[in-house]
């Protein structure tokens, strides 16, 4: 069983950063493809980003040039850095985790077998 634990939300203003983190219980997370997904309230649940264990990553639309992920394999943490914040981006983080030896990065959340409980990010205008 696969736990992970999201960090580094809070409150921000628009145009400020803030970086997330990930962190599993399991050694070797690059074995594991790894998704953020987040969800305003009243909204579904939505694909932010992923990276695959060959490193391959692909972003939403609504995170492409200002979000970057990356991994800490001597830390097994996936971090999500968040630059430019908009008051839309207001949501719960969640990450979520796959075992993977494709390489491949998966964009659906059924595709995933392990999340975290989410980090609450707070944008104010």
């Known amino acids: 069983q696969v736990q992970l634990v999201e960090s580094g939300g809070g409150t921000a203003q628009a145009g400020d950063s803030l970086r997330l983190s990930c962190a599993a219980s399991?050694?070797?997370?690059?074995?594991?493809?790894v998704g953020w997904f987040r969800q305003a309230p009243g909204k579904e649940r939505e694909f932010v980003v992923s990276?695959?264990?060959?490193?391959?990553?692909y972003y939403a639309d609504s995170a492409k040039g200002r979000f970057t992920v990356f991994r800490d394999s001597d830390k097994d943490t996936v971090y999500l850095q968040m630059n430019s914040l908009k008051p839309e981006d207001t949501a719960v983080y969640y990450c979520?985790?796959?075992?993977?030896?494709?390489?491949?990065?998966?964009?659906?959340?059924?595709?995933?077998?392990?999340w975290g409980r989410g980090t609450q990010v707070t944008v104010s205008s």
């Open positions: 399991v050694r070797a997370l690059n074995m594991y493809a």
């Open positions: 990276v695959g264990t060959g490193g391959s990553s």
């Open positions: 979520a985790a796959r075992f993977s030896i494709f390489g491949a990065e998966y964009r659906q959340a059924d595709d995933y077998d392990y």
